[in-house]
């Protein structure tokens, strides 16, 4: 061990060190590098708790506010001028609204923007947009001078109930969703749902499908919750917004906070997006939304379960009953774009190369309990993508 003392002195600080010298046994050296990453996540109801919260965590710091043209023609450009008047130094970068905008191109382009304007190390970056901004943003900031800190503000439903959360950020390829990424803790997390007020009923109905999601594979009592408020959520009842947030709030960080860097690949929340993922892929990232390729993924893979003996037939049905009161698709034919279930088995297969081999399926066998696998066959995949095509 490593004598080391730490004093002030002239001014700044002297370290010393006395490292003691040590042969190591057969020159095998262990290195060890131990993180815990803490991050506040917080649910509110209007702009001024949204700005009271974010503010500890931006600090003294600078402020690059990350969004796209919708959110910022709706709500960032007042906010900028209400952190402006606070007194705090705001820079804005604004990106095309879209899946397509979360690629190398703009992570690129924002890169290349923090370096114009001289953005620090210690400087914030605040991610206020959806999913696709949040996960961006995210990405630059896990690079960009090996790290900085980002703040979440996420505008759509998918990204409070899934999207800024969990740490994960990345961007899209043509070969796969999210093939180019890291994990990357947020500073903080603020949801403030009273901007759900301008989102549009189909982004409803998408973030309804991650908190469906959540429900299945972790929740029996959330899933009732969504079953009796989805009427609510939809018609924009923020007090039904706010339950809906908060729990999946709490959902999520007890399921990341068990593997948060994902050592062990069995996990859950995949639920939906073995089959999801590879739907996006196929339709170019743009036709279809990301909950709504997740709403189909999980009536396929619901669809597996009943058809090996795990799953009744009933739950299935209750879940596609709650997917389509929420304005989800859950077959096939009702996907915005034409899709064909060989070109989802031949994107699959690319997604298995990269995963030496393997896909991991989230059956669920119950709500609140669910089967991890990887032995299912294209044959099975195929006879479930079948059956669920044209299903009414």
């Known amino acids: 061990m490593a004598d080391t003392t730490l004093t002030e002195h002239s001014g700044g600080f002297l370290v010393a060190d006395a490292v003691p010298l040590a042969t190591p046994p057969q020159g095998h050296v262990e290195a ?12 509110v ?12 965590a931006l600090g003294e ?8 043209e919708t959110v910022a023609a709706l709500y960032a450009t007042r906010l900028v001028g209400r952190l402006r008047r606070g007194g705090r130094d705001v820079l804005m970068y604004t990106l095309p609204a879209g899946e397509r905008t979360k690629d190398r191109a703009s992570a690129d382009a924002l890169w290349d923007w923090l370096a114009r304007v001289d953005f620090g190390r210690r400087d914030v970056l605040v991610a206020f947009g959806g999913g696709v901004i949040c996960d961006l943003t995210g990405w630059v900031a896990s690079a960009y001078m ?14 409070m109930v899934d999207g800024a959360l969990g740490g994960k950020v990345a961007v899209n390829h043509a070969t796969a969703k999210n093939l180019l990424g890291a994990f990357h803790q947020p500073r903080a997390v603020v949801s403030d749902v009273s ?6 009923r189909r982004h409803l109905s998408a973030g309804l499908a991650e908190a469906i ?13 969504i079953e009796q408020d989805v009427d609510s959520i939809l018609e924009r009842d923020q007090a039904a917004l706010f339950r809906l947030v908060a729990h999946a709030s709490v959902i999520k960080t007890v399921l990341v906070g068990r593997d948060p860097y994902e050592h062990d690949l069995r996990r859950p929340l995949n639920f939906g997006h073995t089959i999801g993922h590879p739907l996006e892929t196929v339709t170019g990232y743009g036709p279809l939304l990301h909950g709504e390729a997740v709403a189909v993924g999980m009536v396929v893979a619901c669809e597996l379960a009943v058809r090996r003996g795990l ?15 929420a304005q989800l698709p859950t077959t ?20 298995r190369q990269i995963r030496a081999g393997s896909l991991r399926w989230v059956l669920p066998t119950e709500v609140g309990a669910t089967l991890i696998v990887d032995d299912v066959e294209d044959r099975e995949v195929r006879d479930a993508l079948r059956a669920r095509h044209s299903a009414s």
């Open 146 to 159: 090996r790290g900085l800190p980002y703040v979440n503000l996420p505008t759509t439903l998918l990204g």
């Open 61 to 68: 710091d600078r402020v690059g506010i990350v969004t796209d």
């Open 195 to 200: 901007v759900l007020r301008s989102l549009e």
């Open 45 to 56: 109801t209007s702009v001024d708790e949204l700005v009271a919260r974010l503010s500890p």
């Open 332 to 351: 096939l034919a009702e996907l915005r774009a034409p899709v064909e279930p060989g070109a989802v088995l031949a994107a699959m297969g690319k997604v």
């Open 311 to 325: 799953l009744d037939r009933a739950l299935l049905e209750r879940l596609v009953a709650l997917l389509r009161r």
């Open 213 to 225: 999601k959540k429900a299945m594979i972790a929740s029996p009592d959330y899933f009732t919750l």
């Open 32 to 43: 060890v590098a131990a993180r815990e990453d803490r991050y506040a996540i917080d649910v």
